[in-house]
């Protein structure tokens, strides 16, 4: 059994020490068009911040069969709120390959090739100190995954 710092036994009502690091599935998109779906690892560097990578594709439908953009992603998030049940905010970056056609919204000429974009979210985040975690808000990821987003993973 493990001891308490003033020589008791450990209980079960005290808290673990917070996990720093986590897994989770990521979709972000409308359903109908513009989804992305990425895994993602995060790192907790700081009591309300933490760092994370991901790898992901973005689709123009959920019917697609077919990618129109893959590649990574690197998020900075910040956090407001209780111990569990907090306000997220993200920013990066991702970078993709793809068919860069799709993307016209910005006014980039058809090709394939390398294009690169922003990355966010805004929105609920739970997360225990060790356990399951479980996002929802708003994000765009991957140039396609706009604008809803919920998330599952882990925290260890």
Not at 54 to 78: K, R, W
Request: aromatic fraction near 16%.
């Amino acid at each position: 059994a493990a001891s308490h710092p003033a020589g008791r036994p450990e209980t079960a009502s005290e808290p673990k020490e917070p996990g720093k690091d986590i897994v989770y599935f990521q979709w972000a998109g409308s359903l109908v068009a513009t989804n992305a779906f990425t895994l993602n690892y995060e790192r907790v560097v700081a009591e309300n911040v933490s760092l994370s990578l991901g790898v992901g594709c973005g689709f123009l439908t959920i019917f697609d069969d077919e990618a129109q953009s893959c590649g990574g992603e690197a998020l900075v998030h910040f956090f407001f709120g209780g111990s569990s049940k907090k306000f997220e905010f993200a920013l990066g970056a991702s970078v993709f390959g793809g068919d860069v056609n799709d993307f016209a919204l910005w006014g980039v000429e058809s090709h394939d090739g390398v294009g690169g974009g922003f990355a966010t979210f805004i929105g609920y985040r739970y997360q225990p100190n060790r356990g399951a975690l479980f996002k929802v808000g708003l994000a765009w990821s991957m140039v396609y995954g706009l604008p809803l987003a919920v998330a599952f993973g882990a925290v260890f």
